[in-house]
Structures are given as C-alpha cells and as structure tokens.
C-alpha cells in the first residue's frame, strides 16, 4: 500500500495510510526487541550470580510471546491487501477495528516487556551495590 498521504485523499485512506505506517513501525520494533532479548540473555548469562533465573526464564517465554505476536502482525500486514477492494464504509471499518486490536495488544506487550526489562536492569544494579 502506498503511505503517501495526499490532499485529494479522504478520512478513510488517511487513516489506512497511517495504520500501515504504524503497523510497519511495530513490526520493525517487534525485531528489534528480539535482537534485544538476545543480548539481555547473554547479559544474564554472564552474570548468573546477580540474576535471578527465573527472570531469564521470563525472557525466554517473553521472547517466545514477542514472535507469535510478530508472526501475527506480519500475517495481519499481508492481509491488508485487502483494503483496495474495500467499496464500502463497512468494509473500512472492519479494517479499522482490527488494527485497533492489534494496537492493544501490541502496547500491551510492550508495557510488559518493559516492566520485566527495569526488572532485570535493577536486579543488576542493586547486585553491583
């Protein structure tokens, strides 16, 4: 889809212009918490004395959630093609109440990736102290 916003362009397709650009930003930092996770389990790795292993074991699950929830987001992304054919108002908004679902879940996955990341970081300064 192209996400070029132009004046001639109505409500609806702005709207889907910048669901697709926000979506992409998802997925672009969906991958990059994976790298993350990566790093912050060789992190705890090394420091096994400071760390608790059962937050490593959170990482790992959460690791686990950030994929499924990547590979939906993904699936969901390819599915939008769909959107050009859409003839209707209620086709529109079928659309848009689904990336609406997926903004939730994705803000709430990142709000618990979040905590359990200050977690980790304060188990490691608190066993530097």
Known sequence: MNTEIYE????????HKTNTIELNNWIDHLKYINKEVNNLLSMGDLNTKQVNNAI???FRKKKHE?????NALIKYSNS???IAE?????????????????RR???YHLE????????FF????????
């Open 105 to 107: 879940n994705y803000l």
């Open 112 to 119: 618990k990736y979040r905590r359990l990341k200050d977690e």
């Open 8 to 15: 001639h362009d109505n409500d609806v397709e702005v709207t």
């Open 80 to 82: 939008r093609v769909d």
């Open 56 to 58: 490593l074991n959170q």
């Open 66 to 70: 950030n994929e499924t929830l990547l």
């Open 122 to 129: 304060a188990l490691i300064k608190e066993a530097k102290q």
């Open 86 to 102: 859409c003839e209707d108002l209620n086709c529109d908004m079928v659309f848009i109440k689904e990336h609406e679902v997926y």
